[in-house]
């Protein structure tokens, strides 16, 4: 009797340990997606980070010079190029669209109405999928 057992149980641990590599394969799968999914978050927070980062910094350069922000100085269209020239206001522009340059496609605009400021930063995001292609930072703001 205990060789008729002996001879029904040949296949089964077989059986049973391509089941656990199916399971384990399963579950390296599962863990693949979280981390490309977790990646491309980190990616997308690490842009919006940027993108806050500039707004804040354009607006704090135009607090420090308050007189020709609300002179229109500042102001600049999302594709248009940064003024040309050495005026503190032209620097500014100059470098903070230098520094839009680093994000995916990145463009910024600034306009006013009085005191009301509103600065404006767009990037691409189409390199991720299953994500919108463009992407905006408003941000308002009094001066």
Do not use: C
């Amino acid at each position: 009797m205990n060789q008729h057992l002996a001879h029904r149980q040949r296949g089964a641990t077989l059986l049973e340990v391509l089941i656990a590599l199916v399971i384990l394969a399963l579950g390296v799968l599962g863990m693949v997606a979280l981390q490309t999914t977790s990646l491309k978050s980190n990616q997308t927070a690490m842009t919006r980070s940027l993108a806050t980062e500039l707004a804040n910094e354009i607006t704090d350069l135009m607090r420090a010079n308050q007189s020709q922000a609300r002179a229109g100085s500042y102001d600049v269209a999302l594709t248009a190029a940064a003024p040309t020239g050495t005026a503190a206001y032209a620097v500014d522009l100059q470098n903070w669209k230098r520094r839009l340059a680093t994000l995916p496609d990145g463009k910024g605009s600034i306009s006013h109405s009085g005191a009301a400021f509103t600065v404006t930063i767009q990037w691409n995001e189409s390199r991720l999928k299953n994500a919108s292609s463009s992407q905006q930072f408003i941000y308002r703001t009094e001066l």
